[in-house]
């Protein structure tokens, strides 16, 4: 289940928390708000999902994820 947070990050943007990962707002339409991961920046995760502006229901579920869970990156 996804849970939304306003003040999730230091900079105080809307956090997303779905199955051990964390997104934030990324932009918002009338009909549509786009998240991306939380490590884009540091790990250059590309991971995304849209979320439904009135409902809050997930219309793009998010797509494959390049960081680890706890936020680390991967290895090898």
Known sequence: M????????????SRLDLDGFSYIKDRSTSEKTYWRCIKYSTHHCHSRLHTC????????????????????????
């Open 2 to 13: 996804a849970t939304i947070s306003n003040n999730g990050t230091t900079k105080q943007k």
């Open 53 to 76: 502006v009135v409902t809050n229901n997930i219309i793009k579920p998010p797509t494959q994820h390049t960081c680890k869970t706890d936020g680390t990156a991967i290895e090898l």
